[in-house]
């Protein structure tokens, strides 16, 4: 049971980086997988910091507060975006367009 969770844990991260890498076309989905990474390292953290015995967990509340923030922007960033160009496509932003 505690190694299917270990290798759970060790999949999820290159699982999103795949994701991100191939799934450029929407920015939507590049925040998914960003979100991904995110959630894959406050899960990964505390599982690390215990197989080594230390005691310091506290890190993962800081990454969770670091995510939470990476998604508030990333979601106006995504609004301030829709309503200027019309939609989330990546491609739609060119330096030509100011």
């Known amino acids: 049971m505690y190694s299917s969770i270990m290798s759970l844990v060790f999949l999820l991260p290159i699982v999103?980086?795949?994701?991100?890498i191939s799934n450029q076309s929407h920015f939507l989905m590049t925040l998914l997988s960003l979100e991904g990474i995110t959630l894959s390292l406050v899960l990964f953290v505390p599982i690390s910091l215990s197989i080594m015995s230390a005691s310091n967990v506290s890190i993962s509340v800081i990454l969770l507060?670091?995510?939470?923030?990476?998604?508030?922007?990333?979601?106006?960033?995504?609004?301030?975006?829709?309503?200027?160009?019309?939609?989330d496509m990546l491609n739609s932003l060119t330096a030509n367009k100011c």
């Open 16 to 20: 999103a980086v795949v994701n991100l």
């Open 65 to 87: 507060t670091f995510g939470a923030c990476e998604a508030s922007l990333g979601l106006s960033l995504m609004v301030l975006m829709s309503r200027s160009y019309g939609t």
